[in-house]
């Protein structure tokens, strides 16, 4: 398996549900972060998560880190249709300056 | 809010053809870099730039690559020889050094042909 791998795949449910998408990766890492991104457009950043901490929270997101397990996980409660986008996790590892992606969760939510 | 700005938004261009794709990172960041995204496919870094020179890159960038910031404000991506498999959507990033947030912009998408 690759550097930040999302499951599932693709995620599809009704507006009002939660939705938890999860990132797995392998390197040790300074922080980890979430992006999301409608079809065909631009990266939009979400929320950061330091190595040093567990749980942060924006709004509606929730986002967890298990540097132990090496998995973070990002939680959207009361989802709307607006929030129908692929979200990335992405790692900044502790040498180095670039992010590695994950491959991404389709979600989906339905009106 | 200040924002990443990337032109054009949509580059066609013949393979072989030299393209320069263009960005404007957020006024007071030192932090640069470019990504690209190939079609249903996950976000690949290319390159970070720091103090006008390139800090890190990948084994994609190769000699066919090249990065510039030719004055206070832009920053620049050029692909000499384009090939059918740099198709692909670029972005570009800017970093908020205090927080490591990396900033993206909307991204210029590239079609060879």
């Known amino acids: 398996s690759q550097q930040g791998e999302e499951d599932p795949q693709a995620l599809s449910i009704q507006e009002g549900e939660n939705a938890t998408m999860n990132c797995s990766y392998k390197t040790s890492i300074n922080n980890l972060q979430w992006y999301r991104q409608n079809s065909g457009r631009g990266l939009v950043h979400l929320i950061l998560i330091r190595s040093n901490e567990r749980e942060k929270h924006s709004g509606r997101l929730r986002v967890t880190l298990d540097t132990s397990k090496k998995s973070s996980s990002l939680l959207i409660t009361a989802s709307r249709a607006a929030d129908t986008a692929s979200y990335f996790c992405a790692t900044l590892e502790t040498s180095g300056s670039r992010l590695t992606f994950g491959e991404g969760t389709q979600l989906t939510v339905n009106p | 809010e200040p924002e990443v700005t990337q032109t054009p938004s949509h580059q066609v261009t013949q393979m072989g053809q030299e393209v320069i794709l263009r960005c404007v990172p957020i006024?007071?960041?030192?932090?640069f870099y470019w990504y690209r995204q190939i079609l249903g496919q996950k976000v690949e870094f290319l390159v970070s730039f720091y103090n006008n020179e390139i800090s890190e890159k990948s084994e994609i960038f190769d000699d066919q690559f090249s990065v510039e910031r030719p004055d206070g404000s832009n920053f620049t991506l050029k692909i000499r020889s384009t090939k059918l498999e740099d198709s692909a959507m670029y972005f570009c990033a800017s970093i908020e050094a205090s927080t490591d947030t990396q900033y993206f912009g909307p991204g210029t998408r590239l079609t060879v042909l």
């Open positions: 006024s007071n960041h030192l932090y």
